[in-house]
C-alpha cells in the first residue's frame, strides 16, 4: 500500500514551508497555513524509514474531532480539513514548550521511575509505584520544545525561572492542560478507553492562548483499554493498549532507542501493516465510526487538489 512519506506542495499564496517529524506545514501568509499530516512515523525522536499506510489521516481526522469537541474549553487553530490529510487554519506564534499531563504511570515516566528516579520535572511521584498504576491526580510534566533532536524534560520553576513563559500565560497553560485533559478522559471512557497521558501544544494569536497542532492522537497520546485494565493490573502483566508504544517497544527489543551509535532496525512489511491496522482501529475505537480509507493511488495530485479547491473558494 502506499504511504505519503513526503510532501513538496506550491499552494497558491504559499510563502515558506517547515518540514517537521510527522507534519509538513505550508505558510500562506502570516495569518493562514496548510499542515500536512504525513503517514511518516517518529519514536526517540526519530523517523523511521518506512510510512504507515493511512496513518497520516488517522491524525487528522482524530485530531479534528478532538479540536471541536473541546473549542469551548480553549479556542484552536482549526478552520477546515479540505482532504483527509489536511487541515487549513490559523498561524500562531508557538509558545516554547509542550505541556504534557500523564494520569498513570507509563511510558517515559514508567522508564524513569524503575530507575529508581521519583522526581519527573520537578513533580513528586509516589513511592510503591507499578507500571500502568493511576497516579492519586494527573501530574503535568512539561517539556521544551526542539526544532531537532530530543524533547526536554522541565520543571515549573525552571520555566519560571528562565522567562522562557510568563507566570501568567503559563498558568493558563496549566489550567487549559486540566480541562483538555478531563474533557479527553470523558470522552475516551464513553468508548471504553483510558486516556493515560498525552501532550499539548499552545501558541499565541494577537495575544490570546490558541490551541495548537494535534491532540488526543496516538502519536500524541497514549490509550489502555478499559476493559480488563484492574485484573491486568492485578496480575502485573501488560496493558493492552492503543498508541504508538508498541512500535518503542519493537524498536527497543531491535537495539534501537534513539542513542548515539544505535543503527535504527527497518521495519519489515507484515510489521507495517499491523501498524496501520492499529492506528485504524485506535480510530474507530475512539470516535465510535467506521473508517472511510481515503483514495491513495496518487495522494499528492489528491491533496494539492482538494486544497487548490478550497483555497479558491474560501
Known amino acids: 500500500m502506499k504511504a505519503l512519506t513526503n510532501s513538496s506542495f506550491n499552494f497558491t499564496g504559499q510563502k515558506s514551508v517547515y518540514n517537521g517529524k510527522v ?19 517518529s519514536a526517540f525522536d ?17 485530531a479534528t474531532m478532538f479540536l471541536k469537541a473541546t473549542e469551548d474549553i480553549v479556542p484552536n487553530w482549526l478552520e477546515a480539513t479540505p482532504d483527509a490529510n489536511v487541515a487549513v487554519g490559523m498561524a500562531c506564534e508557538p509558545i516554547r514548550v509542550e505541556m504534557v499531563i500523564r494520569g498513570y504511570l507509563a511510558g517515559h515516566a514508567a522508564r524513569e521511575y524503575k530507575l529508581g528516579k521519583r522526581l519527573l520535572c520537578g513533580v513528586e511521584m509516589p513511592e510503591g509505584m507499578r507500571e500502568n498504576d493511576k497516579f ?3 501530574i503535568i510534566t512539561p517539556a521544551t520544545k526542539a526544532d531537532e533532536g530530543h524533547d526536554e524534560d522541565i520543571s515549573r520553576e525552571e520555566i519560571l525561572a528562565n522567562d522562557i513563559v510568563p507566570k501568567a500565560i503559563y498558568e493558563k497553560l496549566e489550567m487549559y492542560t486540566r480541562q483538555l485533559f478531563a474533557r479527553g478522559t470523558e470522552m475516551a471512557a464513553a468508548q471504553g478507553l483510558i486516556l493515560v497521558d498525552t501532550k499539548y501544544e499552545f501558541g499565541l494569536s494577537d495575544g490570546e492562548i490558541i ?29 493492552k493498549q492503543l498508541s504508538k508504544e508498541f512500535v518503542r517497544q519493537w524498536l527497543i527489543e531491535n537495539g534501537f532507542q534513539g542513542l548515539k551509535g544505535q543503527k535504527m532496525p ?11 491496522e492499529r492506528y485504524i482501529e485506535l480510530f474507530e475505537k475512539i470516535t465510535g465510526t467506521s473508517f472511510q480509507r481515503a483514495d491513495i493511488k496518487d495522494i499528492p495530485a489528491r491533496i494539492q487538489q482538494n486544497i487548490e479547491d478550497y483555497l479558491s473558494n474560501s
Open 23 to 41: 507534519r509538513d506545514v505550508y505558510h500562506l501568509n502570516d495569518r493562514r497555513l496548510v499542515m500536512v499530516a504525513s503517514d511518516r512515523i
Open 46 to 62: 526519530h523517523v523511521l524509514p518506512k510510512g504507515i499506510p493511512y496513518k497520516g489521516q488517522v491524525l487528522n481526522q482524530v
Open 136 to 138: 492519586p491526580e494527573p
Open 211 to 239: 490551541l495548537i497542532d494535534e491532540i488526543h492522537t496516538p502519536d500524541s497520546s497514549r490509550y489502555f483499554y478499559a476493559d480488563g485494565y484492574a485484573e491486568r493490573q492485578a496480575k502485573g502483566i501488560s496493558q
Open 266 to 276: 527497518i521495519m519489515p512489511d507484515d510489521f507495517v501493516q499491523v501498524v496501520s
